[in-house]
């Protein structure tokens, strides 16, 4: 059983950073691939970017590619989405999510355990 609580999210305005945590509870959340999702409003949820257990390969979205960071401290069992150059656009609540297979790292259908999300809005 592994449990996932997101913090960081907030206000920021156009161009600014946030930074994104996920701590999670559970001796089994280092054999897991960690991702975040995010979901606008009115919009489905999104795959933004993924970390692999145990090589910490990375994956993300093309919308996010060269602004956003994935990256995990497994003996805090921490997962941190750095966010950079934030547009207006990226408004979303974000999830944290653990997931076993690697192939299905994009998709919401593929995740074990999720978070409740921290709401981020970028203002223009």
């Known amino acids: 059983q592994v449990q996932l609580v997101e913090s960081g999210g907030g206000l920021v305005q156009a161009g600014g950073s946030l930074r994104l945590s996920c701590a999670a509870s559970?001796?089994?959340?280092?054999?897991?691939?960690m991702v975040w999702f995010r979901q606008a409003p009115g919009k489905e949820r999104e795959f933004v970017a993924a970390i692999a257990w145990p090589t910490s390969a990375t994956n993300y979205a093309d919308s996010v590619k060269g602004r956003f960071t994935i990256s995990r401290d497994n003996a805090k069992n921490m997962v941190i989405l750095q966010m950079n150059s934030l547009r207006p656009e990226d408004t979303a609540v974000y999830y944290c999510?653990?997931?076993?297979?690697?192939?299905?790292?994009?998709?919401?259908?593929?995740?074990?355990?999720w978070g409740k999300g921290t709401l981020v809005t970028v203002s223009s």
């Open positions: 999510a653990a997931g076993k297979i690697w192939s299905n790292i994009v998709s919401t259908i593929g995740m074990d355990y």
């Open positions: 559970g001796r089994a959340f280092s054999s897991y691939h």
